[in-house]
T-cell receptor, first 115, second 113 residues
Framework: NAGVMQNPRHLVRRRGQEARLRCSPVKGHSHVYWYRQLPEEGLKFMVYLQKENIIDESGMPKERFSAEFPKEGPSILRIQQVVRGDSAAYFC?????????????FGSGTRLTVV | KQEVTQIPAALSVPEGENLVLNCSFTDSAIYNLQWFRQDPGKGLTSLLLIQSSQREQTSGRLNASLDKSSGRSTLYIAASQPGDSATYLCAVINSGSARQLTFGSGTQLTVLP
């Protein structure tokens, strides 16, 4: 039973390019969450999705960032026109129940470097 | 707004010692609290989940306690080993409609052989 799978593990983008980060939740989990860990900072919530719905995007920057969790396939976090300040580790988590009543399982993260 | 604080920020102990990591939160209306471990450059590994109605959880050499009224949780590690070296993160989810985890900044633990 695979855990949360994130890819790629490392991603390098030049300023102005697009970054697409993928997350496949634990099999049977329908709740997905994205968190960002900036260098020397703690983990911050970005967005919470269920299949085909964004439930809470209060932590998502208003511009350039978007997320989806389609009916089929992984959840995607998309960052358009990346800037150096987007360099961070992006973690995806999933849970079987909403609001993490059963706790959260995290992936290994995608480390984005913008050059 | 919920704030989570972890003390100490860093801790270095010799192998075999028992140790306690502290976590405090400002809003006692929590739904659950979860302790994680993060190794350098890696993801988060869940250690223990405590529901708001529980006082403690145990797994092997780890014991986590929760005192909602005082806004505190502790993670107790018995007979520490060098393999326990990592950053330990405390995270809470509130009872309200918000669904996100609020994380502390972590305690960086080094166990010396």
């Amino acid at each position: 039973n695979a855990g949360v799978m994130q890819n790629p593990r490392h991603l390098v983008r030049r300023r102005g390019q697009e970054a697409r980060l993928r997350c496949s939740p634990v099999k049977g989990h329908s709740h997905v969450y994205w968190y960002r860990q900036l260098p020397e900072e703690g983990l911050k919530f970005m967005v919470y999705l269920q299949k085909e719905n964004i439930i809470d995007e209060s932590g998502m920057p208003k511009e350039r960032f978007s997320a989806e969790f389609p009916k089929e396939g992984p959840s995607i976090l998309r960052i358009q026109q990346v800037v150096r300040g987007d360099s961070a580790a992006y973690f995806c988590a999933s849970s079987a129940q909403g609001r993490g009543g059963d706790g959260y399982t995290f992936g290994s993260g995608t480390r984005l470097t913008v050059v | 707004k919920q704030e989570v604080t972890q003390i100490p920020a860093a801790l270095s102990v010799p192998e075999g010692e028992n140790l306690v990591l502290n976590c405090s939160f400002t809003d006692s209306a929590i739904y659950n609290l979860q302790w994680f471990r993060q190794d350098p450059g890696k993801g988060l590994t869940s250690l223990l989940l405590i529901q708001s109605s529980q006082r403690e959880q145990t797994s092997g050499r780890l014991n986590a306690s929760l005192d909602k009224s005082s806004g505190r949780s502790t993670l107790y590690i018995a007979a520490s080993q060098p393999g326990d070296s990592a950053t330990y993160l405390c995270a809470v989810i509130n009872s309200g409609s918000a669904r996100q985890l609020t994380f502390g900044s972590g305690t960086q633990l080094t166990v010396l052989p």
